[in-house]
């Protein structure tokens, strides 16, 4: 048996929500493609659809913050500098220091609830 799915979102839940969808906005320096007011943004990336939404009260307790995020949002950039420098103007400059992977550079940042950013500059080749 197969199934077949027509597009994939990635998800973050807030209980900080109006704060969250003001950082990203700054971020991304875009508007949400679709907002409802204290319940659901989503924003359209390349090849990205990236929702924040605000869990139900029943439901909370099951997205407070948690300093073990797993998942990491990670986006390529052009210029790594240009980024950390956006992030800083923003209030939320990377902890660390970059470092060299085997395909780049990068470094990462937190947004406001403390997911993890990671900031990725590729390789030269």
Not at 49 to 65: D, M, Q, T, V, Y
């Amino acid at each position: 048996m197969s199934f077949q799915y027509t597009d994939v979102i990635v998800t973050i839940a807030s209980l900080n929500f109006d704060i969250l969808v003001r950082f990203y906005t700054d971020f991304l320096e875009q508007n949400p493609a679709s907002l409802i007011p204290n319940i659901y943004a989503e924003f359209h990336l390349v090849s990205l659809r990236l929702g924040i939404f605000k869990p139900k009260n029943s439901h909370a307790s099951e997205f407070e913050a948690n300093a073990k995020n797993k998942i990491s949002l990670c986006l390529e950039v052009s210029n790594l500098e240009d980024a950390i420098a956006h992030l800083t103007a923003l209030g939320y400059a990377p902890p660390g220091n970059i470092s060299i992977a085997s395909h780049g550079r990068e470094i990462y940042a937190y947004d406001p609830d403390g997911n993890r950013l990671i900031l990725h500059q590729a390789q030269s080749y």
